[in-house]
């Protein structure tokens, strides 16, 4: 039998940190953001809010910036798709 993840969007002030860090670029900001939201709701909750709230909304330029930044800086050139 399949399990249901049962869990509530945050506030909007919960998330709106996170669109500014990665606006500015601001990777060591995104972690510290991270952290404490996860201290505060708990790992699934911020599954559900980063894949369906915070990835799908970022424009191309953002998202591929979140994306080097998790590879540890370390992707020089990726192929625009």
């Known amino acids: ?3 249901m993840l049962s869990v509530e969007a945050k506030p909007i002030k919960a998330i ?3 669109f ?3 606006g500015e670029r601001n990777w060591d900001k995104f972690c510290k953001l991270e952290k ?6 708990g790992i699934e909750a911020w599954q559900y809010e980063f894949n369906f709230r915070i990835k799908p909304a970022l424009d191309k330029d953002s998202d591929r910036w979140l994306l080097i930044q ?6 020089v050139e990726m192929e625009a798709v």
């Open 20 to 22: 500014v860090a990665i």
């Open 1 to 3: 039998m399949t399990q």
């Open 16 to 18: 709106a940190p996170f």
């Open 36 to 41: 404490e939201f996860v201290a505060q709701y």
């Open 70 to 75: 998790w590879c540890g800086g370390e992707v």
